[in-house]
Antibody, heavy 119, light 108 residues
């Protein structure tokens, strides 16, 4: 059974940093692109970043460029999102998800981890 | 960037109703479109990929259609478990991958 478990969220002041983690199990992790998607309170879904199997490609939402870094550890079956210079508008539930082989849509999702940026 | 627009934003319907949600893309995404269902406090769940391919385990009352810039998600006979918010997502061109704003299906 595919499982994705998100963690690392919390309360942080503007300008602060946070590192999110996603632990994967139930599939061959190194074979898949992985992604982060976020959802601000009461709002819709927003794609944040994705990463290729061997980390040779990484892509970011425009608002995250220069502040967010996606990475993965195929030995630990984990994907990470390092978030720096956090802003109030980064407040959201962050989900990791597995990207489908057939295209960049999202087959399986973690339960999400809440990031709150506030002074 | 490809903008995705869903309509309506809210839909009130009764159990047994046939409901249709529309998703429009600002430029053609051919058939590279997915639909998700999200319930309050839960992660989204993939329903349909490639515009009309039903995921394993998804009830057959759900169907997807369309191509190019206009797509639909239809629930043929609404069930109590279907009251949720639905999102479309294009994966034709990225970055960025983009979602529609969502359609909340409420009980009438």
């Amino acid at each position: 059974e595919v499982q994705l478990v998100d963690s690392g969220g919390g309360f942080v002041q503007p300008g602060g940093s946070l590192r999110l983690s996603c632990a994967a199990s139930g599939f061959t992790f190194r074979d898949y692109w992985m992604t982060w998607v976020r959802q601000a309170p009461g709002k819709g879904l927003e794609w944040v970043a994705n990463i290729k199997q061997d980390e040779s490609e990484k892509h970011y939402v425009e608002s995250g460029k220069g502040r967010f870094t996606i990475s993965r550890d195929n030995a630990k079956n984990a994907v990470y999102l390092q978030m720096n210079s956090l802003r109030a508008e980064d407040t959201a539930v962050y989900y990791c998800a597995r990207v489908a082989w057939e295209g960049h849509y999202f087959e399986y999702w973690g339960q999400g981890t809440l990031v709150t940026v506030s002074s | 960037d490809i903008q995705m627009t869903q309509s309506p934003s809210t839909l009130s319907a009764s159990v047994g109703d046939r409901v249709t949600i529309t998703c429009r893309a600002s430029q053609s995404v051919t058939r590279w479109l997915a639909w998700y269902q999200q319930k309050p406090g839960k992660a989204p769940k993939l329903l349909i990929s490639k515009a009309s391919t039903l995921e394993s385990g998804v009830p057959s009352r759900f169907s997807g259609g369309g191509s190019g810039t206009e797509f639909t998600l239809t629930i043929s006979s609404l069930q109590p478990d279907d009251f949720a918010t639905y999102y479309c997502q294009q994966y034709d061109s990225y970055p960025p991958l983009t979602f529609g704003g969502g359609t909340k299906v409420e009980i009438k």
